[in-house]
């Protein structure tokens, strides 16, 4: 297996422009999580799903971020607009039903709002 | 509620010395506890894990004890190498709801 695929590695864009995080996890996972990582705030949850149903997005920040899963093997993170706060590495992460809740992370997402 | 907390950094060792990162935990029941490590430039990865209590998990030379009565899972090493300078997360998985409640991280810089 590939392991969780992320795409792009690094993204730069401009303050107000609309930016897409994909994420591809491991087949046969029923759940896929979000996460983002700074350095003032660490690893924070944004969001998780259990078999492509959002189970809990009370870590999104705001309305300006939303996030889909159309089916097993596809989800997206979208900022519209973004802001320079937004810079930050986002993570996608899935894990089996069962297995004790080990996580298999993709290599993430660097985003710079300039 | 479920916390973890984790010795803050960094810890700078010199290469073959040994290394202890403090791991301490409130759940309720039974939770079973991880160690994350994040290379530069990398995402995280499960570096080991263990279900119940008194339980040994061990990868690549890291070991975590599960010590219930002390709600602790400290990480050791007997000699750190370059190679290991990373963040080291540790985690908690305490129930249903499937999310990890995760420590702040420590940052681990090792000298040659």
């Known amino acids: 297996d590939a392991g969780v695929i992320q795409s792009p590695r690094h993204e730069v864009t401009e303050m107000g422009q609309e930016v897409t995080l994909r994420c591809k996890p491991i087949?046969?996972?029923?759940?896929l999580f979000w996460y983002r990582q700074t350095m003032m705030r660490g690893l924070e949850l944004l969001i998780y799903?259990?078999?492509?149903?959002?189970?809990?997005d009370s870590g999104m920040p705001e309305d300006r971020f939303s996030a889909k899963m159309p089916n097993a093997s596809f989800s997206t993170l979208k900022i519209q607009p973004s802001e320079p706060r937004d810079s930050a590495v986002y993570f996608c992460?899935?894990?089996?039903?069962?297995?004790?809740?080990?996580?298999?992370f993709g290599s993430g997402t660097r985003l710079t709002v300039v | 509620g479920n916390s973890v907390t984790q010795m803050e950094g960094p810890v700078t060792l010199s290469e073959e010395a040994f290394l202890t990162i403090n791991c301490t935990y409130t759940?309720?029941?039974?939770?079973?506890l991880f160690w994350y490590v994040q290379y530069p430039g990398e995402g995280l990865q499960l570096l080991l894990k263990?279900?119940?209590a008194d339980d040994k998990g061990s990868n690549k030379g890291f070991e975590a004890t599960y010590r219930k009565e002390t709600t602790s899972f400290h990480l050791e090493k007997g000699s750190v190498q370059v190679s290991d300078s990373a963040v080291y997360f540790c985690?908690?998985?305490?129930?249903?709801?499937?999310?990890?409640?995760w420590g702040l991280g420590t940052s681990l810089a090792v000298n040659p």
């Open positions: 992460a899935s894990s089996r039903l069962t297995g004790g809740g080990g996580y298999t």
């Open positions: 087949s046969g996972h029923d759940y």
């Open positions: 799903f259990n078999n492509n149903v959002p189970i809990d």
């Open positions: 759940a309720t029941g039974y939770p079973s």
């Open positions: 263990a279900t119940k």
């Open positions: 985690a908690l998985y305490a129930g249903n709801n499937r999310k990890l409640i």
